[in-house]
């Protein structure tokens, strides 16, 4: 059953924004509707016939200005199950000019009439700078450590299938907060959706004044982990551990590392999940990651496919004049 | 002797250096100031400017602008400003200090404010006597702090010894290191690299307390923080030479207006919280803030039109310094006698300038300003050579009508508001 704050209307009302730069600004039930909207494509990946070319004749470009490999792979797989065609601009870091040339970057892609154009940048606010000087719908893939809200729904949305309901749902998210953007789109994600959310790392890791997100603040990890019904691991950058933030990464997996003695402090059937990819032996133990019952971190790339194949259907079905959205 | 007629300028309500505004004249011969007062009377073969009951104020003195953007300082009133070091190249030798010091002349007097340290790398202490023989006013730390005290405390030593303020950014720079914002809520949901406010007490602390040591004279360019001003009024309390500006930006607006990623308040020091930004008005009305200035830092798209992290930061604050200050006064924080010691009097004392206020003897650098006239702050038609300001659309009051630089006009247009 949908609880009432879930429901949306039909229709362009259902998600009436241009883009996706972020989860901020999005209701409830406009997250439940991506939801709703990834679930015929988890089905159809499942199968045998994997395309259906709803997107055919579309071009979308997926332009990552900061290395990936699996956000990548998954929008470009996204795309092209949906029958688009899908076009990849991987710009090493260090071969792109900062300035200008990003926004000039930008307009070049929109000149090419892409339909659709994903970003990943390293800089917070660079996704919603292009969305402001293109024509067509933006997808943040990333954006320094501001957002990257893909993450948060395909998340939400294999914590939807296991659990059911979010309300009273206790989700621990432990590493480095500080830095990271799928923490925060995780945050407001769940959050919106009613579940409680806990954050869990040593203050250096820590961002200021993160309980006004409306989390609860942890610092140590096994009071963080008692009755947690998910358990969220986020990747340590190991240039991190230099000494700077982390005395070193065996004194971090010490107090953070998810070893299946700890995983016992939380719900028996907690889940256990990671957005990869992962340092085994630091923030999570090989045995954790691989519990067979457990650990949803390949559904977790599934559900990756799918959450994205919405979210290029759903945006560009004011481009395709689909009827109610044009 | 000059070349220009005398003049005077009739019909106005004179801010007299006492701080009393009286309606009357004031008469100017050869760059100076020579009548003031009721009973003053234009002579024959005097060029003659009815202010028409406007305001007839001292031209404002600007401390640690990084452009020389002639414009905009004269739509501001500004006159006279002190040049931060920050120059490419830095002004770290004489002779870059007497071009600077000779660039604005003659309708905008420059004061170059000499580096404290070789190429502002804060290790090496500059040529900063020979600086001063070539025209440089006080000595600049520039952006950055000094995080070596003791580098900081040599340096203090010697501007003492040669009588030179030292004027310093208070951040310490090992905890701001690549942050562009300030810790708090709203880094946080943006993402943005940021830093404690901590961070401007720490540097404050030290610097005073280094000042003291060496017995030198310090003023820290902007202080934006309610703990970076206890430390000011405390070592003020103490009798010491600590002096404190600051920039309209930091009593106008909070962190808050970073959002949505708006480069244009991309500042160094970040914007503060809510609480620090009454902290600073509170200052301002009780004395411990000695000096308002603009930073005047003219930034174009290829510096602004970025991902706020990796814009440059700075505002052109030049043409916004005197209305924002304004504010002030018709908010009843302070009156209007002590918004132009705030603009002119203080920065000309700290910089040694004969100018700042109205009175025989001093140079004749004079604004004539409507206090009340209201207009709308845009960007995209700024004086400036560049159009980053915070304060894009918002409705302002105060214009400067005309403006005098050594008893000559150098702006009298009046400008449609």
Known sequence: ?????????????????????????????????????????????????????????????????????????????????????????????SSVKKGETLIDTAMTLNAMRADAIVIRHASSGAVALIAGKVDCPVLNAGDGQHEHPTQALLDALTIRQAKRAFNGLRVTICGDILHSRVARSNILCLASLGAEVRVCAPPALMPADIEQMGVKVFHDFDAALKGADVVMMLRLQLERMEGQFIPSPREYRHLYGLTLERLEKAESNALVMHPGPMNRGIEIDSNVADLVERSMITTQVEMGVAIRMACLDVLTRKGRKQEGWA | MSLHAPLTITNGRLLLADGRIETGSIRCEAGFITAIGADVQAQDGDTVHDARRSLIAPGLVDIGVFAIDKPAFHFGGVTRAALMPDQNPPLDTPARVRFAAQSGKPDFWVHPLAAATQELGGTALAEIAMMRDAGARAVCTGRRWVGDSGTMLRLLQYTGMLGMTVITHAEDGGIVGNAVATSGEMATRLGLPSAPAQAEALAIARDIALAEMAGAAIHFRNVTTAAGLDLVRGAKARGLNVTAGVSPAYFMLSNLAIGAFRTFTHLSPALRCEDDRQA??????????????????????????????????????????????????????????????????????????????????????????????PWIVNSDKMAASAGNTPFDRQPVQGRVLALFKGGVVVRTKKTAG
């Open chain 1, 1 to 93: 059953m949908t609880p009432p704050e879930y429901t949306y209307p039909d229709g362009a009302l259902a998600f009436p924004h241009r883009g996706l730069v972020g989860i901020a600004g999005l209701a409830p039930h406009e997250i439940w509707f991506l939801l709703d909207e990834a679930e015929q494509w988890v089905e159809m990946n499942r199968g045998a016939q994997k395309r259906r070319e709803l997107l055919s004749g579309l071009t979308i470009i997926n332009a990552f200005f900061e290395n990936s490999t699996r956000t990548l792979l998954s929008f470009e797989i996204a795309g092209k199950r949906l029958g688009a065609d899908v076009v990849n601009m991987a710009v090493a870091n």
């Open chain 2, 280 to 373: 600073v008005i509170a200052a301002v009305a009780d004395g411990t803030i000695d000096i308002v200035a603009s930073g005047h830092d003219p930034r174009g798209p290829e510096d602004k039109r970025l991902p706020f992290a990796d814009s440059a930061p700075g505002m052109a604050g030049a043409e916004t310094l005197l209305p924002l200050t304004l504010s002030l006064v018709r908010d009843g924080v302070i009156d209007m006698a002590r918004a132009f010691d705030l603009l002119a009097a203080n920065p000309a004392r700290l910089l040694g300038v004969n100018a700042g206020r109205l009175e025989v003897g001093a140079e004749a650098d004079i604004a004539v300003v409507d206090t009340e006239r």
